[in-house]
C-alpha cells in the first residue's frame, strides 16, 4: 500500500496513481514454440577468457544485493530502492538470467550491435582551479564507439528491452574535489550520475530505474552503453577503456567518482583481476602509490558501492557553477506530478526567503547573518531554475492553498502563519535560536518533500540535469542542517 502524505492532497489524480509506468505491447512476437536465437548478438570480453576474476558465466545477479540501511562488501548501497514501475526490460524475455540460481551469464546475453548510427563527436576538458578538478563532457564517447540506436531498429531485441533512447550531446561539467578526503561515514549513491569516464561518458551506479541490476537485465550495445531518452550512460566499466596499465600491471585510471576518488580499471597490484572480496564496501581499496581508489569489476556493483569521501563536497561548488552548469540547457519538466512537486518547492524556497528577510533586523549573530546570505542566493537561485523548468507555470491556488491554510496541509516543515509571527516579533539571541530551530525544520522538510517524491518518481524527468536537481538540494539542505545544528548547539 502507498501512504499518501497529506500534503500531496490535492494534488491530480494521476499523481496518485500509477500512470507513470506506461506498459504496451512489444511489437515483435516470436513463433509460437520457436525458440529465439540471439546468438548473433552475443560478445565474448577478454575479460572473460582467462581463469582470473568472476566467472562470466554465472555472474551472481545483482537484483537481491542492493541496500538501503548500510554499505556492505559486494553490495549496493542506494539511497532510494528504485521504481518496481518504472519501464525496463521484459523478464519474461530475458533467457541469460538463471532466476532460481541468482546468476546471469554474459557470455549468452546481446548487445546491441555497430551499425550506421553516428552522432556528434565526443569532447572531454579537464581543467584545475582552486582544488577543484572540473570535468566538462558532451557525454558522448571520444573514441567515437556507440552502438546503432535507436535499437527499435532491432526486433528481437527491442522486444526485450523496449528502450526507444538515441544518444545525443547534453553538456554536464562535475566540479570535484582534487584531493578528496575519505570520511567517517560513506555516503548512499543516488540513481543518475555517480561520476564520469575519462573518454566522456556519464557513469551511473549498477541499477536501473526499478532497481534491479541493469547490467544483467537492460540490453545495452557492445560498447558498453544505453541511452536514457538521450542522455548515453555506462553501469560498468566498458573492457576497451581499461587499456593503459601502469608499469606493474595495475589498471589505468578510467574516471572519477562524484566525491573525488579515481575509478581505475579491472586489474589491481600485479596485474591481476579483481573480484569484490579484493575491495571495501564501497568497492576500492588503499594501496600505494595511489591512495585511496576505486576499481570495476565484473561482478555487481561493478563500479563503486557507496562513496568513500564526500559526494557532495564540491560537485555543485558553488552557485554560479551550479548556474554554469544548467544555464545553457533549457528543459522542461513534463509530467504533472513533477510540475506539482516544483510548484510545492517552489512555495516551500519562498518561505525559507521570508523567513531569512527577517534576519537584517532582527539578529545580533554574525553566524546568522553569514547563514542568511548563503541561503538567500542558494534559494533565489533555485526557485528561478524551477520557474524556468515550469515554463511560464504560476503557482495555482491549490499550492498556496497548502502553504497557508491549516496546519494539517503544511508541506513538511513549513512554519503556520503563528509560528512566523513569533518569528517576526523576537528580537536577539531569541531570534537566533527561533530562527535557526525553524530554518532546521524547514530544512529537514524539503529534504522529506524529496525523498518522498525519489521514493515514488525517481526523478523529476529524463534529463541528467533534472535527475541531479533533486540531490542538488538534498546535500544542499543537508549541509546546512548540519552547519545550523552546530550554532545551535553553541547557542544553547
Ligand atoms: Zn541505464
Ligand atoms: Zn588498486
Same mark, same amino acid.
Given at each position: 500500500m502507498i501512504v499518501i502524505p497529506k500534503?500531496?492532497?490535492?494534488?491530480?489524480l494521476c499523481f496518485l496513481l500509477a500512470?507513470?509506468?506506461e506498459v504496451s505491447q512489444p511489437e515483435f512476437v516470436e513463433e509460437p514454440g520457436e525458440p529465439v536465437d540471439l546468438s548473433s548478438y552475443f560478445i565474448t570480453p577478454t575479460?572473460?577468457?582467462?581463469?582470473?576474476?568472476?566467472t562470466c558465466a554465472s555472474l551472481r545477479l545483482g &537484483? $537481491?544485493?542492493? $541496500? $538501503?540501511t548500510s554499505p556492505a562488501q559486494g553490495k549496493l548501497f542506494a539511497c532510494v530502492a528504485g521504481n518496481?514501475?518504472?519501464?525496463?526490460? &521484459?523478464p519474461a524475455r530475458?533467457?541469460?538470467? &538463471?532466476w532460481a540460481a541468482g546468476t546471469w551469464n554474459l557470455l549468452a546475453k546481446p548487445f546491441l550491435p555497430a551499425g550506421s548510427f553516428s552522432p556528434q563527436s565526443g569532447s572531454v576538458s579537464v581543467s584545475e582551479i582552486g582544488g577543484i578538478r572540473s570535468i566538462t563532457v558532451n557525454n558522448l564517447p571520444v573514441d567515437g564507439k556507440i552502438g546503432d540506436?535507436?535499437? =527499435?531498429?532491432y526486433a528481437m531485441l527491442s522486444a526485450i528491452d523496449r528502450n526507444p533512447g538515441v544518444p545525443a550531446a547534453t553538456n554536464v561539467t562535475f566540479n570535484i574535489p582534487i584531493s578528496p578526503v575519505v570520511s567517517v561515514t560513506p555516503s548512499c549513491t543516488s540513481l543518475g550520475a555517480i561520476g564520469v569516464t575519462l573518454n566522456g561518458v556519464v557513469l551511473y551506479n549498477a541499477v536501473d530505474a526499478r532497481g534491479n541490476d541493469a547490467v544483467a537485465h537492460e540490453i545495452v550495445d557492445e560498447f558498453g552503453g544505453h541511452p536514457a531518452m538521450s542522455a548515453y550512460h555506462y553501469?560498468?566499466?566498458?573492457?576497451?577503456?581499461?587499456s593503459a596499465p601502469m608499469s606493474d600491471g595495475h589498471s589505468g585510471l578510467v574516471g572519477y567518482i562524484r566525491d573525488g576518488f579515481g575509478l581505475y580499471g579491472y586489474d589491481g597490484e600485479g596485474g591481476v583481476e579483481l573480484t569484490n572480496?579484493?575491495?571495501?564496501e564501497c568497492h576500492g581499496h588503499d594501496h600505494s602509490p595511489l591512495g585511496y581508489h576505486y576499481h570495476a569489476t565484473?561482478?555487481?556493483? @561493478? $563500479?563503486?558501492?557507496? @562513496? +568513500?569521501?564526500?559526494?557532495?563536497?564540491?560537485?555543485?561548488?558553488s552557485a554560479s557553477a551550479f548556474e554554469d552548469k544548467v544555464s545553457n540547457i533549457p528543459q522542461e519538466v513534463k509530467t504533472e506530478p513533477a510540475r506539482a512537486f516544483l510548484r510545492g518547492m517552489i512555495a516551500h524556497h519562498q518561505q525559507a526567503l521570508d523567513m531569512v528577510a527577517l534576519? +537584517? +533586523?532582527? =539578529? @545580533?549573530?554574525r553566524d546568522i547573518r553569514e547563514i542568511a546570505v548563503r541561503m538567500q542566493i542558494a534559494q533565489a537561485e533555485e526557485i528561478k531554475l524551477m520557474q524556468s523548468w515550469l515554463n511560464g507555470d504560476v503557482i495555482l491556488d491549490g499550492d498556496v492553498e497548502a502553504v497557508s491554510g491549516d496546519q494539517d496541509r503544511l508541506m513538511p516543515g513549513m512554519l503556520s502563519e503563528e509560528r512566523m509571527a513569533k518569528l517576526r516579533a523576537a528580537q536577539g539571541e531569541d531570534f537566533d535560536r527561533l530562527f535557526l530551530q525553524s530554518m532546521i525544520e524547514h530544512h529537514e522538510g524539503a529534504i522529506e518533500m524529496v525523498r518522498v517524491f525519489l521514493e515514488r518518481?525517481?526523478?523529476?524527468? &529524463?534529463t541528467i540535469v533534472l535527475d541531479w536537481f533533486l540531490d542538488h538540494i538534498k546535500a544542499e539542505q543537508g549541509i546546512e542542517v548540519a552547519r545550523m545544528s552546530r550554532i545551535l548547539a553553541r547557542l544553547q
Open positions: 500534503w500531496f492532497a490535492g494534488f491530480s500512470c507513470d509506468a575479460l572473460c577468457s582467462d581463469s582470473e576474476g568472476p &537484483d $537481491t544485493h542492493l $541496500t $538501503t518496481a514501475g518504472a519501464p525496463g526490460s &521484459d530475458i533467457t541469460w538470467i &538463471d540506436w535507436p535499437m =527499435t531498429q553501469h560498468y566499466l566498458p573492457e576497451r577503456l581499461d572480496a579484493d575491495l571495501d565484473i561482478e555487481y556493483p @561493478y $563500479t563503486i558501492g557507496c @562513496y +568513500r569521501g564526500d559526494p557532495e563536497s564540491a560537485f555543485f561548488s534576519v +537584517r +533586523r532582527s =539578529t @545580533y549573530g518518481f525517481g526523478s523529476l524527468g &529524463d
